[in-house]
């Protein structure tokens, strides 16, 4: 509606006084105006000198376009999006991220994240930095982002340093995990004299002290983090994980203990060189092996045995727990030789810093337990009763100790590749004994310390996001997300920095972001659903190999797929034939036309980026996405 003509005079009529008269006051305010604009530049600014002041957005929103999934190349850095190919930004954590310009990753990107849930089938738990507070003296504080994790994917809590008491109090106990040691909460505890802490030796040490040690320590501290086990002693938690890590591997330091002034006296007397009979070496070696794994398995024993009614487990006390520089892969063993019996009576040889050395190819602590020091007979490396049958769950470590360098600058990614294959190994030899029993790998977003290089830096970005998804289509298998800043001791100092946080907290956001992504798919999870390889872990190393995997839907019709090439050059093309799984009686029978062998589609990938989607088993071809802006708008 138009206004009355005289009206509009008369308005215009008194603006015009008014300037005459406010002229000063005028130019007082541009100028404070613009002052505060240029203050705002300098304290939020990504292309200002420096980034002062960063505060991360809540996206309201997610399925909206952000700068990491809008197609553009937002800060002109020559490089587009999330993704891990040439064209790739490396700032982006995932295409929730909403800025492309590079800065210092010092939290985790809960909020970018809409929020989701695996299925209740799978098992994630969050171990990882806290969420609340300041690591001690790093100088490195986090936001207080709660519960965050149970509402971004992950099953369980691990961690609760930084979280108040309500906060606690109110994760659900089935949805609460820990680690418990034996050896006290104390440095100068008792128990730390033993000789299994002080000498890796399963002799003279005084089991009760070992059992009280835990209670005082572990259990009653883990049990004070809630009201409702407060002073109880025992914790309320759905896992509850032993961290013992006290026994030799190699033949040679077993060996070596014969001859040691401080530890003969605490070998028994029939065991000792001076013994009327002695043992000959290998009789010795067998026998250490036979104690050690009849004392583990008693210390594994101690949360039920004191009332703790959880699922319990022993870190890295699994059938096969793979180390740095222990080529499983170059000898003659094949895949069924290593999820069958016969491996617990096979010794493999390692080269482990330039120095051989031999060991069980399988891990000893999972042998028949046997009686304690009773003469171990021929049946000690049979399957027997492994820790399957003490475990709920078995945990091995699966931790990277390889890092690409420059993630996206011309590398030679076989070496790290390789690392990604013997994860995926020891996930899947693990899950064939484990007699139904989840498996639950400890992941870590940071290079293993032993790396001299890159020890503690973040992981690839890439291999973080595959590590999330790729697990899960192992039956029975989940992930522990674990970390630790770690300690410099020469410079009595947290051994953290500028970089180590950065790259670490990118890689927590590429883990959460893969998750997200297998969450669009929980229905393949369901009832009896059925997974598919192709290829063994082995075989695929052998070849240096493109991987392809499947989760076959319970009604038979539909098969989730993930595919990966973690060999591949960065501009790279790879292309996958995607075929119809084996069926029989003994495996899976289709309601359908898939033929063993019968092409369901091809896809495809650039550079290391997982591709992620399903193929119809009646046919129509395969439909999916590598992740990126194409994933978002499919929400």
Not at 483 to 490: A, E, F, K, L, M
Not at 491 to 505: G, I
Request: glycine share 8%.
């Amino acid at each position: 509606m138009m206004m009355p003509l005289q009206k509009k005079r008369s308005k215009i009529k008194i603006v015009k006084k008014t300037r005459a008269i406010s002229r000063p006051i005028l130019i007082t305010v541009v100028a404070v105006i613009a002052f505060a604009a240029l203050f705002s530049l300098l304290l939020f600014s990504d292309k200002f000198v420096g980034r002062a002041v960063f505060t991360r957005p809540i996206l309201n929103d997610p399925a909206k376009s952000t700068q990491c999934s809008d197609g553009i190349d937002n800060d002109i850095d020559g490089f587009i999006d999330w993704g891990f190919a040439s064209g790739n930004d490396k700032s982006c954590s995932s295409p929730f991220a909403n800025s492309e310009t590079d800065y210092a990753h010092t939290n985790i990107g809960w909020n970018d994240f809409p929020e989701f849930n695996l299925n209740p089938k799978l098992t994630t738990v969050y171990g990882g930095i806290q969420l609340a507070g300041c690591y001690q003296s790093s100088g490195i504080c986090v936001d207080d982002v709660g519960l965050a994790p149970l509402r971004k994917g992950f099953s369980h809590i691990a961690i609760f340093e930084g979280l108040n008491q309500a906060q606690k109090d109110s994760i659900p106990i089935n949805k609460r995990a820990s680690m418990w040691v034996p050896f006290g909460t104390a440095a100068d505890h008792p128990v730390r004299q033993q000789p299994l802490y002080k000498y890796y030796i399963p002799w003279n040490n005084n089991l009760e002290l070992l059992n009280s040690a835990a209670k005082e320590g572990s259990f009653t501290y883990t049990a004070d983090y809630f009201t409702d086990s407060k002073r109880k002693g025992i914790p309320n938690l759905d896992l509850f994980v032993a961290d013992i890590e006290a026994h030799l591997t190699y033949d040679s330091e077993i060996i070596n203990l014969r001859t040691n002034p401080e530890i003969i006296p605490l070998i028994p007397a029939p065991f000792r060189l001076d013994a009327p009979a002695p043992l000959t070496d290998a009789e010795f070696i067998n026998q250490y092996k036979h104690d050690m794994a009849w004392m583990y398995n008693y210390i594994n024993t101690i949360p039920k045995s004191n009332g703790f009614t959880g699922k319990a487990g022993s870190y890295g006390d699994v059938p096969l727990q793979i180390e740095s520089g222990w080529p499983w892969y170059e000898t003659t063993i094949t895949w069924n030789d290593w999820i069958s019996d016969q491996i617990f009576s096979k010794t493999c040889n390692t080269q482990d810093y330039n120095t051989p050395y031999r060991r069980s190819c399988a891990n000893f602590l999972t042998f028949n337990f046997g009686e304690f020091m009773s003469r171990p007979g021929s049946s000690f490396f049979s399957l027997g009763d492994l820790t399957t049958k003490t475990d709920d769950v078995l945990v091995p470590s699966g931790y990277y100790w390889i890092k690409s360098g420059d993630t996206y600058g011309d590398q030679d990614w076989s070496n790290t590749g390789d690392n990604f294959m013997v994860h995926l190994f020891e996930i899947d030899a693990n899950a064939a004994f484990s007699r139904g029993k989840t498996t639950i790998i400890f992941d870590w977003m940071r290079v293993h310390p032993s790396n001299q290089e890159y020890g503690m830096h973040g992981i690839d970005p890439w291999l973080a996001h595959t590590t999330a998804i790729f697990p899960y289509f192992t039956k029975n298998s989940g992930q522990w997300l674990w970390d630790w800043i770690g300690y410099d001791s020469s410079a009595n100092e947290p051994r953290v920095n500028a970089t180590y946080t950065s790259e670490n907290r990118i890689a927590y956001d590429n883990f959460i972001y893969g998750l997200y992504r297998l969450s669009k798919y929980n229905q393949f999870f369901n009832g009896n659903y059925q997974v598919y390889h192709p290829v063994d872990a082995r075989e695929l190393f052998r070849m240096h190999s493109k991987i392809w995997r499947g989760v076959i839907k319970e009604d038979r019709t539909q098969m989730l797929v993930v595919a990966i090439n973690p060999y591949a050059d960065l501009n790279e093309i790879t292309k996958y034939d995607i075929t119809c799984p084996k069926s029989s009686k003994n495996t899976i029978t289709y309601r359908s036309r898939c033929t063993e062998g019968k092409l369901l589609g091809q896809i495809q990938t650039i550079g290391q980026n997982t591709w992620l989607g399903v193929c119809n088993l009646n046919g129509g071809g395969c439909t999916g996405d590598q992740g990126g802006k194409d994933t978002i708008s499919r929400r």
